[in-house]
């Protein structure tokens, strides 16, 4: 199992004035929603939704609130709507937050795999 660490996430999530970025590639029509991986740039997530009128991003938004505790209404795409890549804003919160919780799911993740 690979331990996370603060500096595995610099790339992945950015603190901007309204919040934290957090840079998804979006894995639609899966059969579950789930956090795969991810990689320097991004994390994966899989969504049940497919990729037409936006019901996959709405599932996205919803799935990311659950994920990190947070309003839906704190949550937006920012960049990528139509695209696999997005970047996804959560209003409202610090870096350092955000980070800590990524990284516990991205460790329970990998204890899972």
Known sequence: MQ???NTDMENILQENTLGVILNVKLVPNSSFNKV????QD???????????????????????SKLFDVNKSKISIISGEKSK???VLIKDTKLDVMTQ????V????????
């Open 3 to 5: 331990l996370l660490y």
């Open 36 to 39: 795969v991986d991810y990689t």
């Open 42 to 64: 991004y994390v994966r997530i899989k969504i049940s939704s497919p990729p037409i009128e936006n019901k996959a991003n709405k599932e996205l938004i919803e799935y990311c």
């Open 85 to 87: 890549l997005k970047k």
């Open 101 to 104: 919780k990524l990284m516990f």
């Open 106 to 113: 991205l460790n329970s993740v990998n204890k899972v795999n």
